[in-house]
């Protein structure tokens, strides 16, 4: 199947940025950004349209305004965040249907939740609930699962503006974990792969335990890292015990075991994808 013009939803975002960022630069396709109307001005959109991408501003309450915003589009890649995550996609999807869009790339991009048993954490059942209404929708769609984003290891307990790391699970636990602008490249990469149709397709720029993590950052800070456990953050924010984790919280520690992403496509792709230590050494100077 030929993609020609992909649009892209929360392009201004720090992931949707490296994801339009990518597509301008592979050069293959015309990009459209979509944006919240009333219009703005905005750093990251006036990079992106400097770049040759085309600033459309909508609003995702109106469904006229999207059907002719996404009139000729073929793939629709969303990196929405936020509380209404399901309705802006099923807004977006509903529009896409009735114009013809191919392909839909929903906002998932970290774990892989399809493939979660158990309980679902509330931060996550947005992403369940829509990824259940694109699969009804009979839309063609992809999944990319990257694990986290370098920029965010912090979430699970690195800190390393003070050396300190607080590990959520066994110290054994394999995490996976990518760079934004790779995650871009992947994206585009995605749109030529046959098992990308109505597939997932799941990649990481490293795959390292806690410890070797840890280890990466002691060397590259020059410091050996205060470390502590706290491996009942779950258990105590369900039963309400002292101390009380928070919620964000809570999601660091259900985050760290759920980062462990099997049957890698890596080998699908075009490129090396950015070393953790390089990652690391980014986020260390900055």
């Known amino acids: 199947m030929s993609f020609k013009v992909v649009t892209i939803a929360g392009a201004t975002g720090l992931l949707g940025f490296n994801i339009a960022d990518a597509f301008l630069n592979d050069g293959s396709y015309k990009v459209k950004i979509l944006r919240k109307k009333p219009e703005s001005e905005n750093k990251n959109a006036s990079l992106l349209a400097s770049k040759g991408a085309e600033v459309v501003y909508i609003d995702y309450n109106d469904k006229n305004d999207l059907v002719k915003a996404l009139k000729g589009t ?71 699962v990257t694990g986290i984003f370098y920029d965010y290891l912090g979430t699970l307990g690195f800190d390393h503006k003070n050396k300190k790391a607080t590990f959520y699970a066994d110290g054994n636990t394999k995490i996976v974990c990518t760079s934004l602008p790779d995650i871009g490249k992947y994206t585009v990469e995605s749109l030529k792969l046959p098992e990308a149709r109505n597939g997932t397709i799941r990649v990481a720029g490293s795959v390292l335990t806690l410890n070797e993590l840890l280890k990466k950052y002691e060397e590259i800070t020059g410091t ?25 919280d809570d999601f660091s520690a259900y985050l760290t075991v759920s980062l462990d992403i099997k049957n890698l496509h890596n080998d699908k792709f075009s490129f090396t994808p950015l070393p953790v230590t390089e990652g690391i050494s980014l986020l260390v100077k900055s």
């Not at 258990?235 to 015990?241: A, G, I, L």
């Open 224 to 248: 050996k890292w205060e470390v502590s456990n706290d491996l009942t953050v779950r258990q105590r924010h369900k039963n309400n015990t002292a101390p009380v984790p928070t919620i964000i």
């Open 74 to 144: 073929d793939v629709i890649v969303s990196a929405i965040g936020g509380t209404e995550l399901v309705a802006t996609q099923c807004a977006l999807l509903n529009a896409a249907k009735e114009v013809g869009v191919k392909r839909f790339l929903p906002s998932e991009f970290g774990c892989d939740i399809k493939e979660m048993t158990g309980e679902i954490h509330p931060f996550h059942k947005p992403k369940v609930e829509f990824l259940q209404e694109l699969e009804k929708s009979g839309m063609e769609y992809t999944i990319i």
